[in-house]
């Protein structure tokens, strides 16, 4: 903490005055402590940046943040990955500029990241362009890198200095050397991946030489006047690397070269600890808080320390820089959530803010090489994102809407923004639809803040709900509306080769039915629950987490080689986790087999290669989590009637979130 570099006293008109008291770096003033963390956008074209890249960073700092750090950059000779913006050899001077003069005209710090993955990789397959320390596998792709030289060190540091000092020409003030997250320099810093024999290899004072010769370098070409700051490693939960200790030594000698303006911390590396970097619900909030503050001691005379790791309510942000925890708020998701965040906590407007659920879809979608997306923000990086508001529409319609989960509510909210007059049916007594039963399960508590920050917008839009409805054509017609959207979700189709008389005897139960019926049982159960998994999303695997509570034993079994396939690698790593440590049996490459006896608590599974059976016993309960078909008994009827009408959501075909709200916002537009 440094004190020093306040320079004005809390402003007490707003509930977070430390949140929103200035600071200074490097003698910038940033307007308050919120800091939005770097994400890849893949905003980029052929390592051009692209519009829609400064759109995304413009609408961050209209939004209020005091910084933003953006992506990795191609800073230096080695990089030239087309999905980077080229920096090194002055490229992209024009874009540079306007999006130093986007971002800094609204009175924001914009910070450039100097990274580079190494022999790190969390895509498919290996990387064959990879650089590294050594030449040893990366411990999650098995990607062996090209070793560096000596010689290839000392140019890297120096192109990345000059490619500092080219950011800093074009109108940026400041970069963030990323040192974890078990990326190239992290790699450098760990016993376990650098076995190097020179200057940069070796004892602590070799491996940390690097970072601390880049540190100089762009202090150097860049002066007193550019914010330079570092992210530093917390323990990466690899053994042999770097712990708690090891990280409190390479904080030691980083702090001591006095020249970091700022210092955060991540946790995990490139291996089975990556989701470690991208906490979820599924433990505890600010989870590295207490460390952080520990590792951030050596630094306290010298840098501003930023807190990061699942941040997300203002009142958060502002206990860290009340209590001298931190000078800077530094948060990732929760700003591509909403951007103006910071903008709607200091006015006072909290219930207006969609809340990031830390589902990490948004390092799902940039993983697959697609632009930056989230669930609870559909419209991340349109020109217009901060605090948006819809144009109304030439000629208000009557609008009925039935369904009210995410994709039905998003939409029946927009369109009302928009003038339209709106009626929603529900089934349920509240809305939410099946987000309502993952938010009810373990690790899902933050989903209710899509469905409630929807139903807060359509009350103060004068949305009709109607709840506990199952509606009719009656209904709808009674409305006289001019269109109907249909969002009225999807059923789990019965497993295939299954004897339907099962379904009829209530034997074989849809997974989602019956956690609906078990969530309020409050004892615990006797036997084993077998759940035959056709799904692979996190809903079937917190329910069967909630059943490991409930039951003596739980089974999964699936036809594929591994569980969760449909998920990101951090949320998977993350399941497979709580699975084994629930003692969950996971039965991969196995099928249900149909002539298994059901009605007598014994069920079989066949290996759908070698035909061997494997039998259980004692099954309690026998639950299925497969594809979803649409629910369209309403479409014959709308017909019939004449009322022009639109499928979104499950009602067109199985969604995932991202997609549901994604589609209800843009037919609520468009209506």
């Excluded at 004068?462 to 509606?471: F, R």
């Excluded at 299954?498 to 034997?507: F, L, N």
Aim: hydrophobic share 35%; charged share 25%; proline share 6%.
């Amino acid at each position: 903490m440094v004190s020093s570099t306040d320079i004005s006293a809390p402003r007490e008109e707003t509930a977070y005055p430390h949140l929103f008291s200035p600071i200074e770096l490097a003698g910038k003033r940033l307007k308050n402590r919120v800091v939005h963390a770097s994400m890849t956008t893949r905003y980029v074209h052929s390592g051009q940046m692209t519009p829609q890249f400064i759109h995304y960073h413009r609408n961050r700092a209209e939004g209020g943040v005091a910084m933003t750090v953006t992506e990795p950059l191609n800073m230096m000779r080695f990089q030239s990955a087309l999905g980077k913006i080229n920096v090194y050899n002055q490229a992209n001077e024009t874009m540079l500029k306007r999006a130093a003069e986007a971002v800094e005209g609204a009175d924001t710090r914009l910070i450039g990241q100097v990274q580079d993955p190494g022999r790190g990789r969390h895509q498919e397959g290996r990387n064959m362009q990879a650089i590294g320390a050594s030449a040893l596998p990366d411990d999650l792709s098995w990607t062996v890198p090209l070793a560096l030289s000596t010689d290839d060190v000392k140019g890297m540091i120096d192109d990345f200095a000059q490619s500092s000092a080219w950011l800093k020409e074009c109108g940026w003030s400041g970069i963030e050397i990323s040192a974890g997250h078990g990326h190239l320099f992290h790699q450098f810093f760990s016993p376990w991946s650098n076995h190097r024999e020179d200057a940069y290899g070796g004892d602590l004072d070799n491996r940390t030489r690097l970072v601390r010769e880049l540190l100089q370098a762009i202090r150097q070409a860049c002066g007193s006047d550019f914010i330079i700051g570092v992210k530093l490693p917390g323990e990466d939960g690899i053994p042999n690397s770097i712990d708690f200790d090891e990280a409190l030594k390479i904080s030691t000698q980083i702090a001591a070269t006095g020249i970091p303006d700022y210092a955060t911390f991540a946790w995990g590396a490139h291996g089975p600890t990556l989701d470690w970097h991208l906490p979820d619900m599924n433990g505890p909030r600010m989870p590295y808080a207490e460390k952080i503050q520990q590792l951030a001691e050596p630094f306290a005379e010298t840098s501003a320390i930023g807190m990061l790791g699942l941040i997300t309510d203002p009142n958060e942000g502002e206990k860290c820089v009340a209590d001298g925890d931190a000078d800077l708020v530094m948060m990732g998701r929760p700003l591509v959530t909403d951007p103006a965040w910071p903008r709607k906590a200091q006015g006072g407007r909290e219930a207006d803010i969609r809340y990031c659920v830390s589902c990490n879809t948004c390092w799902q979608v940039i993983m697959q090489s697609s632009t930056l997306q989230c669930d609870n923000n559909p419209r991340v990086g349109a020109a217009d994102e901060a605090d948006w508001k819809p144009v109304r529409a030439e000629t208000p319609k009557k609008i009925v809407v039935v369904g009210a989960g995410c994709a039905g509510m998003e939409a029946a909210f927009v369109a009302a923004r928009r003038g339209h007059h709106v009626t929603v049916f529900g089934q349920s007594p509240e809305p939410g639809g099946k987000t309502r039963l993952h938010a009810m399960l373990p690790g899902g508590e933050s989903l209710s803040s899509v469905y409630d920050y929807q139903t807060l917008m359509a009350e103060k839009a004068n949305v009709t709900l109607n709840m506990n409805v199952h509606a009719s054509i009656e209904d709808i017609v009674a409305c006289q509306p001019d269109e109907a959207i249909l969002a009225t979700g999807s059923t789990m189709s019965w497993p295939h080769g299954i004897p339907e008389i099962y379904k009829d005897e209530g034997i074989f139960l849809d997974l989602r039915d019956l956690m609906t019926e078990l969530l309020h049982r409050p004892h615990k159960e006797p036997g084993t629950v077998v759940i035959y998994d056709h799904d692979h999303t996190r809903m079937t695997y917190a329910a069967a987490e909630f059943l490991a509570d409930k039951f003596d034993h739980v089974v999964l079994v699936t036809v594929r080689e591994r569980f969760a396939n449909d998920e990101a690698l951090v949320v998977r790593q993350g399941i497979y986790r709580r699975l084994l440590q629930k003692n969950i049996e996971l039965i991969p490459f196995h099928d249900l087999d149909p002539d298994s006896a059901y009605e007598e608590g014994e069920v079989s599974v066949k290996n759908v290669v070698s035909g061997e059976r494997k039998t259980f016993d004692n099954v309690s309960l026998l639950t299925f989590s497969t594809p979803r078909t649409p629910n369209v008994d309403l479409i014959d009827d709308l017909h019939a009637a004449g009322i022009p009408f639109h499928r979104i959501g499950d009602a067109r075909s199985p969604r995932t979130l991202h997609v549901a709200t994604s589609e209800g916002c843009k037919l609520g537009e468009t209506i």
